[in-house]
């Protein structure tokens, strides 16, 4: 059916049209019955079903409908499948239909920028490219049942403190760069329906009243044609808010804001028309959800099947000596820790899940193996429990393997605050190395849902990381830990030694007034590799139980133009004797020197499943973008023309293979020459050069160096080399004083050196 949107604004009232840009409650958008306007449900996400039916709050605290807990994205997005999160995305779609939801919140792409960051667990990477292809597959998942998504915290809330007032305050690179990348993408890619804007500031500016972000960018730029809401609470100031590009307040406000809004447009202060077209991109997805119900299916047991499916193909196998896969005949087997138990597999606040069973691995281990178990450690408090501590130092004693379930527990991280440390609690830290005084072969299973210091890595055997998997996990970590299913995740975000390695350390998390993204683009492997720190494990690493080969790196040319596009081929093989998957990885390295750069950045990968002794060729594509640093001078993409260097890796850390390709920039900088503009600069641009270089030989000599060879002490002193040297780096006013140049004639040569720059 075709809606006259239009026709329906146009029948409403002013009072009708304000209070359609706020929620009825915390759920609903209102409706007009005798408009044939439906009062639709908006619903947390992003990982299951979180409608809660009465009493509602946005921070999980009361009872939502029994659902299915799928993994959290800090774990699927180790899955790096495109496919596998479409997947889940699909079947969410499905629920919410069953459920009658128009839109369910998520998914969450801010950039993982600290460890500390409570909500991280919520979030997927450090790196953009990878947020944005994990959020697109979801949204295109969802989105093919005719249900909505909500891209969210747009923008640059990448901590809990203050995150309803404080600024962020960010470059405009790295803004671009790292911060708004992964929304971009996403956004261009998969369409998602509404965008929620976040509760903080961006550069002093209220995310919901920021017309740059919600208007010129979000829409002029990226070409966004939903409708933004804005994050539960976060509107500042509503007419201001509206004016920017924030169509929806949500929830309600008790229809304060909406008469502030007939308010302002009665005394002219806000266009109606600006009004009905917020109006009209709210009902546009109303309807699209509305007029295109399908049947929805809530199959509780298929989906935490899926949950287990997925969960298997998210963790990290992070060590492994030689323990893992634990033969299921002839061994004793310990499980120990209340994790193997009661698992952690989520994270507190709006996101958290009423799931309806949870398999724990102490369950799921029934059907494979038999197990002796001590719950070790206690997670309401940290104290060393001794009497448990000993109890499991003695079951892991009499066992031939010993797998201790660890992790954080709830306090220690969850939306509305931010971790003060990295350490697990200390409780568990102790048992580990307790246990593995007695036990040579421990194997530790971490839940949590961002990187936790691991005092004990080289204490122990094996190191699966299952972050919060949701509520099938302990039958996943039961495939991977006995070999049913071969782990193929890889760390979407670097484990560093020590908190203090993190780039933002020194300014994580601010103030409380603003906090200062010092490090710049400089964020996560982009730091780490840069600065050639050793971290505990590195971004895009991860374990198989087979292994496997790369080879034959070809390039589709070896010289393109930043508008074409370059195809990379490599084959991998399979040179195990188990089937497995492997994620290969596309990283570019500018090798040019036009712009301080990260020394690689992730920019491609693929997933390939290969039997025993298979080989397969993959290919992946490149782009400007792919090459390409946000220059500020022209506010937009550049990629300068040079060499940069492909490599294919398994890890950012483990480069298989490498090719060089040249690209030419089709856009040339503009140049601006001022008095102190300097010699290096117009030696640099061919125009300018050809102008002053006749004049660098007298200039050398000038400032002290010989233009010719000659053996005297003065040479000796200043070389012609040195000499060079500081005449490129001597601006054009100095001409006055070393080549006595007058103000006039510095002025003349600039004219001529500009009419050169800009002749075509
Ligand atoms: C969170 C959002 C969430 C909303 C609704 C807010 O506190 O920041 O992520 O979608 O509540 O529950």
């Known amino acids: 059916m075709k809606r006259d949107v239009k026709k329906i604004i146009s029948e409403m009232t002013l009072e009708e049209k304000a209070g359609m840009c706020s929620g009825k409650d915390f759920w609903h958008l209102k409706g007009a019955e005798r408009l044939g306007i439906p009062a639709v449900m908006v619903s947390d996400g992003p990982h299951g079903l979180r409608k809660q039916a009465e009493e509602a709050d946005h921070l999980g ?63 997927f990477s450090e790196d953009p490219y990878l947020a944005s292809q994990m959020a697109a597959a979801h949204i295109k998942g969802v989105q093919s049942k005719n249900v909505g998504t909500s891209i969210k915290h747009f923008a640059a809330n990448n901590q809990e403190h203050r995150r309803m007032s404080c600024s962020s305050e960010i470059d405009e ?109 709210i009902l546009n997805i109303v309807f699209k959800f509305t007029d295109n119900r399908q049947e929805g299916k809530f199959d509780l047991e298929e989906d935490h099947k899926l949950a287990a499916k997925i969960a298997g193909e998210s963790m990290v196998l992070l060590k492994n000596e030689g323990v893992l896969p634990i033969p299921v005949q002839g061994k004793k087997i310990a499980f120990i820790g209340k994790f193997a138990e009661t698992p952690r597999f989520q994270g507190g606040g709006s996101s958290h899940i009423n799931s309806f069973k949870i398999t724990s691995a102490l369950e799921a281990v029934k059907d494979v193996a038999q197990v002796t178990y001590a719950q070790g450690y206690d997670v309401k408090e940290d104290v060393i429990d001794q009497v448990m501590l000993d109890q499991a130092v003695e079951v892991a004693k009499e066992a031939d393997v010993a797998v201790i379930f660890a992790g954080l527990p709830d306090a220690f991280e969850s939306e509305g605050y931010d971790r003060s440390h990295m350490r697990m609690p200390d409780c568990q830290n102790t048992l580990i190395s307790e246990i593995a005084k007695v036990q040579e072969n421990v194997v530790v299973v971490l839940h949590n849902g961002s990187p936790v210091e691991m005092p004990w890595a080289d204490q122990v055997k094996g190191i699966l990381e299952a972050y919060l ?70 971004f895009g690493y991860g374990l198989s139980y087979t292994t ?61 499943e290969l039997q025993p002794q298979e080989e397969k060729t993959v290919e992946m594509e490149l782009d400007k973008r792919s090459f390409a640093w946000y ?4 506010h937009d993409w ?47 641009n061919p125009k300018t050069k050809a102008v002053i270089e006749g004049m660098t030989d007298s200039l050398i000599q000038h400032m002290g160096g010989s233009s010719e060879e000659e053996n005297s002490a003065a040479s000796e002193a200043i070389t012609k080399e040195m000499s060079l040297k500081m005449m490129e780096n001597s601006p054009l006013r100095s001409l006055r004083s070393f080549m006595g140049m007058r103000t006039e004639e510095i002025q003349e040569l600039i004219q001529k050196l500009q009419n050169a720059a800009d002749h075509q």
Not at 553 to 562: C, E, R, T
Not at 578 to 586: C, M, S, T, Y
Not at 657 to 666: A, N
């Open 469 to 538: 998997g949701g509520q099938a996990v302990g039958q996943a970590e039961v495939d991977i830990l006995f070999g049913k299913v071969n782990p193929s995740g890889k760390l979407a975000e670097t484990i560093p030694y020590k908190l203090s390695d993190n780039p933002s350390y020194l300014n994580f998390p601010g103030d409380g007034q603003k906090v200062e993204y010092k490090e710049g683009v400089f964020v996560g492997y982009r730091y780490y590799d840069t600065k050639e720190m050793p971290v505990r494990y590195p």
């Open 173 to 281: 690179r790295t803004l671009r760069e790292i911060y708004l990348a992964a929304f971009e993408t996403a956004i261009k890619e998969a369409k998602p329906d509404t965008v929620m804007c976040s509760y903080n500031r961006i550069n002093g500016e209220f995310a919901s009243e920021n017309h740059w972000l919600l208007t010129e960018v979000l829409r002029d730029e990226w070409g966004f044609e939903g409708y933004v809401m804005s994050d539960w609470g976060a509107v500042n100031d509503r007419v201001k808010g509206l004016k920017a590009g924030l169509e929806l307040e949500m929830p309600g406000s008790g229809g304060n804001t909406d008469k502030e809004i007939v308010e302002a447009v009665k005394n002219g202060e806000l266009e109606e028309s600006v009004l009905d077209r917020a109006v009209e991109r």
């Open 61 to 123: 605290l009361n009872e939502s409908i029994k659902a299915v807990c799928f993994p959290t994205a800090c774990a699927t997005a180790c899955s790096f499948d495109r496919d596998l999160l479409e997947e889940m995305g699909e079947r969410i779609g499905d629920e919410c239909q069953a459920e009658n939801l128009s839109v369910i919140l998520g998914p969450a792409v801010n950039i993982k920028r600290s460890p500390l960051c409570g909500r991280n667990f919520e979030y």
């Open 631 to 634: 220059n500020t001078e022209i």
């Open 548 to 608: 496997f080969e790369y080879k034959d790196l070809q390039l589709s040319a070896d010289k393109i133009k930043d508008t074409d596009k370059l195809k990379v081929r490599l084959k991998v093989k399979n040179t195990g004797n188990r089937a497995g998957k492997e994620i290969v990885q596309l990283y570019v390295a500018d090798k040019t020197g036009a712009a301080s750069r990260p020394v690689k950045e992730l920019r491609n990968f693929v997933k390939v």
């Open 638 to 684: 550049y990629a300068a023309s040079g060499e940069y260097e492909i490599l294919a890796a398994a890890s950012s850390r483990d480069i298989r293979l490498k090719k060089t390709v040249y690209v030419e920039s089709t856009r040339e900088l503009p140049m601006h020459i001022h008095m102190n503009t300097t010699i290096g600069e117009l030696l640099e």
